[in-house]
């Protein structure tokens, strides 16, 4: 039923019972608690669908059509004209845009540990100031790098509720927003009690002892996660001095630019190879470094964990959570334009596989959890399937199977998927995957 035609039932309802002035009032009030309730559940729009043999069927745009019409043959007619026109549909119609690095960007190393983790590592705390002096807007990156004598590569990648939640360690800087039960931010309560609450998600050890570096920073210092963070973000603070206007970026804009301006700090760090920088984000920061590897080519391998809808699951699947959902509990994510595709994913010019494609020729890993159905594991696995022809171009293989995987059975070459038991998180299962993944991958950045 269309609102119109809810609407007009109701006044008939009206006119009929108006024959009866004493009912008047009882019917206006009928009229606006049945307009009303029609109007949220409208907002919610239908009801989540888990079922299969339920999705309408769709078609999937094809990344290598030319707005001409012509097919896209070849690696430079892709890089030169069709790469950079699909980048261009995701950010006039999903995510905005993401401006420059800003004049005046400077580093400061506030802390240095040469001896953690058992003394195997060297822990570096540095604050990235988006312009000149100290009051310019920053954000702190915190740095867990092996013990080597040649530079390493970095798993770089945002964390939710900030550094110090991340490892149980004193010494952590606290994030300057915590996020309270009550929806409040305060930067004084429970920072002790939430130190290294998140550390499952950061297997550092693991990570640490296999040769690599992790490099992290609180998302919130780009935008808190709300619909009124932009106010207090960059979207905000940085607009002059970035020359972009609020509106014309998102919340995942703003979360992605700031992965870039991480590796601008690694690419000056001698202790790291900056070509062998691995982005990986999980969930809505999942989308994130999606959105910051398709932009910002310097990251040498991109990883999703369980992005699902908004990353690397396809919207025309109507299964679990759709672009509505998303426009609906977090309207600051996307750019407003998303939100006329709230009923119809049928009319953006792209599908999620198309964002995926933008990551190549570089190794791409997809990975979903089976409990996470919300996100789509199918929807994740059938993108990653429909990447492959811009890998193959570069002569590449990608999943090279047409059938999801078994789960905890990682599949693919230079794109690889894996469903693993479990619910939504990131997990050492994970990260063991991943490392493996760049281990078989000796990339150096295409910049
Ligand atoms: C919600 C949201 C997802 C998102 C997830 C997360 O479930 O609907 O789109 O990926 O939060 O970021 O944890």
């Not at 009303?36 to 669908?49: D, E, W």
């Not at 996020?179 to 930067?187: A, E, I, N, Y």
Request: hydrophobic content about 40%; glycine content about 8%; overall charge neutral.
């Amino acid at each position: 039923m269309t609102p119109c035609i809810a609407v007009s039932l109701c006044l008939r309802g009206i006119s009929h019972l108006t024959h009866n002035i004493v009912n008047m009032k009882s019917a206006f009030i009928s009229f606006v608690i049945i307009v009303c309730s029609y109007g949220s559940s409208f907002a919610q729009g239908p009801p989540t669908n888990y079922d299969e043999s339920a999705i309408p069927s769709y078609t999937l745009p094809d990344p290598l059509l030319s707005p001409n019409g012509k097919a896209v043959t070849t690696v430079k007619e892709w890089e030169r004209k069709q790469r950079p026109y699909i980048l261009k549909l995701f950010t006039e119609n999903v995510y905005g845009k993401i401006p420059g690095k800003p004049a005046g960007m400077h580093f400061k190393i506030t802390e240095t540990d040469t001896a953690v983790l058992n003394g195997r590592a060297v822990r570096k705390q540095v604050t990235i100031y988006f312009g000149e002096g100290d009051a310019a807007p920053s954000m702190d990156l915190l740095l867990y790098l092996p013990k080597a004598n040649k530079p390493v590569a970095v798993f770089a990648g945002l964390n939710f509720n900030g550094n110090h939640t991340i490892a149980a360690d004193k010494a952590i800087k606290p994030a300057k927003y915590i996020k309270r039960k009550d929806g409040q931010l305060s930067d004084s309560e429970a920072i002790e009690a939430s130190r290294g609450s998140t550390a499952s998600r950061w297997p550092l050890e693991e990570i640490i002892s296999r040769g690599y570096g992790v490099a992290t920073a609180h998302y919130y210092d780009l935008e808190p996660d709300d619909k009124d963070g932009w106010k207090q973000g960059i979207r905000t603070t940085m607009k002059d001095a970035l020359h972009i206007a609020t509106g014309a970026w998102s919340a995942i804009g703003a979360w992605s630019w700031g992965l870039s301006r991480i590796q601008d700090y690694l690419e000056s760090d001698a202790a790291v190879d900056a070509g062998r920088t691995i982005l990986i984000g999980h969930s809505r920061l999942g989308k994130t470094a999606l959105w910051a590897g398709a932009n910002d080519q310097r990251f040498s391998i991109v990883i999703s964990n369980n992005s699902g809808e908004g990353g690397a699951a396809l919207s025309r699947r109507i299964f679990g959570e759709t672009i509505r959902n998303l426009n609906t509990s977090f309207p600051h994510w996307f750019i407003a334009r998303y939100k006329s595709y709230n009923d119809h994913p049928e009319m953006l010019p792209v599908d999620q596989h198309m964002l995926l494609s933008l990551i190549a020729p570089r190794p791409l890993y997809v990975a979903s959890a089976e409990e996470d159905q919300w996100a789509d594991p199918k929807g994740e696995f059938l993108s990653a399937k429909n990447a492959e022809p811009v890998y193959a171009l570069y002569k590449l293989q990608g999943l090279t199977v047409n059938e999801m995987p078994a789960v905890n059975t990682p599949v693919g070459e230079t794109i690889r998927y894996h469903i693993r038991t479990g619910k939504h998180d990131v997990t050492l299962y994970d990260w063991q995957q991943y490392i493996e993944f760049a281990e078989s991958k000796k990339v150096v950045s295409d910049k």
